[in-house]
Antibody
Framework: QLQLQESGPGLVQPSETLSLTCTVSGGSISTTNHHWGWIRQPPGKGLEWIGIIYYRGSTSYNPSLKSRVTISIDTSKNDFYLHLSSVTAADTALYYC????????????WGPGTLVTVSS | QSVLTQPPSVSTAPGQKVTISCSGSSSNIGNNYVSWYQQFPGTAPKLLIYENNKRPSGIPDRFSGSKSGTSATLGITGLQTGDEADYYCGTWDTNLGAGVFGGGTKLTVL
C-alpha cells in the first residue's frame, strides 16, 4: 500500500524559506504514470494547488506562487521536496503531499498533512 | 476567489439525496477531467470520483459524478450522518497550466 508522509519544521520565521519533505513508501517514485504534488490548506479554508513534479524533474506551479516555489525530487531516496521562499503569515497552512495520476490529473494518495505556522 | 465555484454549504435529511455543483469554464472543466474529494475535519482529503464519473475501489455507488459543458456535479444518495464532510472538486486549467480546486462545500445531514 502506497504511503506518503510529510516532514519538516512546524514553525518558520517570516521572510524565511519553508522547506518540507515528502517520503514515499510502498511504491517507487520513479513511475511514468504519476506526478507528485503539493497542496495546502490554510486553517478553516479550502484547498490550494501548489505544484507538481514528474520523476524526471519537470514541474508545473500555481502561477500565484510560482515566483516563490521550487519543487524537487530525489529518486534515489524516494523523496520529493517543497521549498517556499519569503514566507508570510498568509503561508500558514496544512501542507499535503500527494500522488497525482498523469492522465486524469487526480490526486489518489495523500499524506496526512503537516501544519506549518509562519510566525516570529 | 476560487477558479471553480461551489456552493459554500448544502444540507438535507438522512436518507435523502443531495447534489453539489462545481462551475468552471472551457479552460478547466470544459476540457479536462474533474475529480471530487471528501474531507473530514482533521484528516486529509480522500478521492471520491475521478475522470468525471468513476469511483475508486471501495467508494460505494451512493456517490456519483457527472459533467456537462463547463459544470460538474457530485451526487450522493441515501445520505447518512457519516457523510457530513467538506467536498471539493478539482481539475486542470489549461490556461493557467496548473491544477485548480473549488472552494469546497460543507455538507450537513440534519
Amino acid at each position: 500500500q502506497l504511503q506518503l508522509q510529510e516532514s519538516g519544521p512546524g514553525l518558520v520565521q517570516p521572510s524565511e524559506t519553508l522547506s518540507l519533505t515528502c517520503t514515499v513508501s510502498g511504491g517507487s517514485i520513479s513511475t511514468t504514470n504519476h506526478h507528485w504534488g503539493w497542496i495546502r490548506q490554510p486553517p478553516g479554508k479550502g484547498l490550494e494547488w501548489i505544484g507538481i513534479i514528474y520523476y524526471r524533474g519537470s514541474t508545473s506551479y500555481n502561477p500565484s506562487l510560482k515566483s516563490r516555489v521550487t519543487i524537487s525530487i530525489d529518486t534515489s531516496k524516494n523523496d520529493f521536496y517543497l521549498h517556499l521562499s519569503s514566507v508570510t503569515a498568509a503561508d500558514t497552512a496544512l501542507y499535503y503531499c500527494a500522488r497525482r495520476h498523469y492522465g486524469s490529473a487526480t490526486f489518489d494518495y495523500w499524506g496526512p498533512g503537516t501544519l506549518v505556522t509562519v510566525s516570529s | 476567489q476560487s477558479v471553480l465555484t461551489q456552493p459554500p454549504s448544502v444540507s438535507t435529511a438522512p436518507g435523502q439525496k443531495v447534489t453539489i455543483s462545481c462551475s468552471g469554464s472551457s479552460s478547466n472543466i470544459g476540457n479536462n477531467y474533474v475529480s471530487w474529494y471528501q474531507q473530514f475535519p482533521g484528516t486529509a482529503p480522500k478521492l471520491l470520483i475521478y475522470e468525471n464519473n468513476k469511483r475508486p475501489s471501495g467508494i460505494p455507488d451512493r456517490f456519483s459524478g457527472s459533467k456537462s459543458g463547463t459544470s460538474a456535479t457530485l451526487g450522493i444518495t441515501g445520505l447518512q450522518t457519516g457523510d457530513e464532510a467538506d467536498y471539493y472538486c478539482g481539475t486542470w486549467d489549461t490556461n493557467l497550466g496548473a491544477g485548480v480546486f473549488g472552494g469546497g462545500t460543507k455538507l450537513t445531514v440534519l
